[in-house]
């Protein structure tokens, strides 16, 4: 792989198993053997080809259901194409859902060492950050509450301080950043631009246009698992407004 590029998606392709009339019993299996459990494929992604250059700021753009999410998370390996490859060169941390890497009985704290401990980090050098990573949060007062007691808001609030403290190369975020409250979430972004000024590469998914103008260096808009455009923000949102108004 070459070292220009942190991302590379070589012609890739993702179906999903979708059933129609799912059984839920074991009654309902045996009464409808034959007529439920009916699925179908249904192909999300469609031959995508993409490359992520070192340092660069990539916002994936379009409607629900346009692939946006399923490539994100092909990207972090959580899921796998049905066909093509995808490789990444560095190390990779990612905002993805909600509480994803959290065990909801434990402290804040405890998943603070938890979750770190998943992107590789050792107990040594997440003890040399745990304070940063609280200072970050803002959520030194409930720090040693376990989190199944935190808001959607505070659940996104230490994901991201401990996501932005592993020294990770490239940084994926998910629409994960939409429930925080308006001043986390420009303290959010104004991280995004000091790691952006130090090289780090990042793609996320938004439906915020604003946001991706102010931000990203370039822009991929999604749709119906097809690339429809890629290049300069300004040119890609312009276009997308234009035809979703």
């Known amino acids: 792989m070459s070292k220009e590029y942190k991302i590379i998606v070589d012609d890739v392709y993702k ?5 129609l009339d799912k059984a839920n019993t074991i009654k309902e299996k045996l009464l ?12 999300v992604l469609k031959g995508i080809n993409l ?17 946006k999410s399923t490539l994100l998370k092909l990207m972090t390996k959580i899921i796998y194409p049905n066909k093509g490859k ?10 993805l859902e909600l509480g994803a890497g959290f065990h909801p009985d434990f402290s804040g704290r405890e998943n603070i060492y938890f979750n770190a401990s998943i992107f590789g980090l050792t107990k040594k050098e997440i003890d040399k950050r745990l304070d940063d990573i609280i200072e970050f ?15 959607s808001g505070m659940y996104m609030r230490l994901a991201f301080s401990v996501a932005i403290n592993v020294d990770a190369d490239i940084l994926l975020i998910d629409e994960i950043l939409s429930v925080g409250d308006e001043h986390f979430q420009n303290k959010c972004y104004e991280k995004m631009r000091d790691l ?4 780090k590469t990042m793609v996320f998914v938004t439906h915020s246009m604003q946001t ?11 749709c119906d698992g097809t690339i429809k455009m890629d290049g300069p923000t300004e040119e890609v949102v312009d276009e997308y407004i234009k035809e979703t108004k």
């Open 15 to 19: 179906t999903f198993n979708v059933y």
């Open 137 to 151: 949060s803002e959520l030194g007062p409930y720090i040693d509450n376990p989190v199944r007691t935190y808001s």
């Open 51 to 67: 490359k992520v250059k070192k340092g660069e700021v990539v916002a994936l753009i379009g409607t629900n259901g346009s692939g």
């Open 86 to 95: 995808i490789t990444t060169e560095g190390k990779l941390t990612s905002l």
């Open 212 to 222: 991706v103008k102010q931000l990203c260096d370039r822009a991929v808009w999604l």
């Open 32 to 43: 409808f053997l034959f007529s439920r459990n009916k699925k179908e494929k249904r192909e």
């Open 196 to 199: 952006k000024s130090q090289g």
